[in-house]
């Protein structure tokens, strides 16, 4: 394993005269920890030379309780009496009174190393709001979970933006939240006072568990970083009739339905013979959300070999042989609000995807025709990496 640093564990040790005098509000999340799992929370509390006078959570909360989609309410937090203002309820954006007061944000958030995840938004959201206040910026970084070399995917188009993809990067970006901070900032015109407080230690192509951090859940549906390996991809189910795992111990590696047979799925998906992953068949109940309660058929994905494995073309593969297995069954989901573009093409971040397996496009020339765009998203990525391969 590798010694590595979070940008919490600089902050402390060396870098403290960035919050000297100042009054701080932090935005974390439960994997918001140091290396012996000390949340930041308490870590910036009881030190006796900072000023903590707010905190904010994203999805899932503060402390990690609520589920996805799950708004949160603001409350007070018992274990340091200071407001908790959440940014998934009401408000998604840092209100002038929520900042009134503060001299400081600091952002600590664990992303998932995909364009749908929402904390980014919360950042970006929250750097928003801090330039029009005036108020500095200060980003903890963290590890690029699954790695910070592979980009792959669609890159969303600017009229699908929404809360699971604000801006145009790929469903998989291979940065640190830190570095998209850089990114965001200045490539999509946010122009808020940055500091970045990077990692120590961290290699560009390392794994999270390449390093001798601990391993928190980001969210309550990703608790390993094999559920993170799959999820760029299997996220997408969550646009269909299918089961994306939900409710059951294997969140986004187990997929399927009521009406998948899971022998005969698993091998026409193993008869792809795709890189880096195999297909077992499974069946399950799920206790909550997609089929809650119904014995699902369907497929155990197994990354053999994490290196070649290509989450997002395997899930779009997965989606084709069900289409064709279960034409009268399979079904894309509504959208989540009335009158908007369809879940899908949110989370894929177009109409192109869902209509090119609708018109049995191959998947090989669906991730053809996003290459352009990965290339063009890696000129500008290149600007603001801060560390090496």
């Known amino acids: 394993m590798i010694h590595v640093q979070s940008g919490l564990e600089v902050l402390l040790e060396s870098r403290l005269d960035l919050l000297a005098g100042r009054r701080v509000g932090l935005i974390a999340s439960v994997s918001s920890v140091d290396r012996d799992l000390v949340s930041a929370v308490e870590r910036l509390h009881r030190h006796p030379e900072v000023r903590l006078a707010a905190l904010f959570g994203p999805e899932h909360g503060l402390r990690g309780e609520a589920q996805a989609g799950e708004h949160v309410g603001s409350t007070t937090d018992a274990l340091t009496g200071l407001p908790v203002y959440s940014l998934y309820g009401a408000m998604q954006k840092p209100t002038p009174e929520m900042l009134a007061g503060l001299d400081v944000l600091v952002i600590d958030l664990q992303d998932g190393g995909v364009r749908f995840y929402t904390f980014l938004y919360t950042m970006a959201?929250?750097?928003?709001?801090?330039?029009?206040s005036g108020l500095p910026v200060i980003v903890l970084d963290r590890p690029a979970p699954i790695n910070g070399v592979t980009v792959e995917g669609p890159v969303l188009e600017p009229a699908y933006a929404s809360?699971?993809?604000?801006?145009?990067?790929?469903?998989r970006y291979g940065m640190t939240v830190g570095e998209l901070a850089g990114l965001f900032n200045h490539a999509f015109n946010i122009n808020c006072d940055l500091t970045v407080v990077p990692l120590v230690g961290w290699r560009r192509e390392l794994w999270f568990d390449q390093t001798d951090l601990p391993f928190v859940p980001p969210s309550p549906n990703l608790p390993t970083l094999a559920a993170l390996t799959v999820y760029p991809g299997t996220c997408?189910?969550?646009?269909t009739n299918l089961s994306e795992g939900r409710g059951t111990t294997m969140p986004f590696q187990?997929?399927?339905?009521?009406?998948?047979a899971a022998e005969d799925l698993a091998a026409a998906l193993n008869g792809l013979e795709l890189p880096g992953v195999r297909f077992r068949p499974v069946y399950f109940t799920p206790t909550f959300s997609k089929h809650q309660g119904e014995q699902c058929g369907g497929v155990h994905l197994y990354v053999m070999d994490r290196a070649v494995f290509r989450p997002v073309e395997t899930a779009l593969h997965l989606l084709a042989t069900v289409k064709r297995l279960y034409p009268e069954d399979f079904a894309w989901l509504d959208p989540w609000t009335p009158g908007g573009h369809r879940s899908i093409d949110l989370l894929s971040g177009s109409s192109a995807i869902r209509e090119g397996l609708d018109a049995g496009t191959p998947v090989d020339?669906?991730?053809?025709?996003?290459?352009?765009?990965?290339?063009?998203f890696e000129r500008v990525r290149a600007e603001y990496l801060l560390y090496p391969a």
């Not at 959201?125 to 029009?132: F, G, I, P, V």
């Not at 997408?236 to 646009?239: A, M």
């Not at 020339?365 to 063009?376: F, V």
């Open 163 to 171: 809360f699971v993809g604000l801006y145009p990067i790929p469903l």
């Open 236 to 239: 997408l189910v969550e646009g």
């Open 365 to 376: 020339d669906l991730a053809a025709a996003w290459q352009d765009g990965l290339q063009a």
């Open 254 to 260: 187990y997929i399927g339905a009521p009406w998948v």
């Open 125 to 132: 959201y929250a750097m928003q709001a801090a330039a029009e």
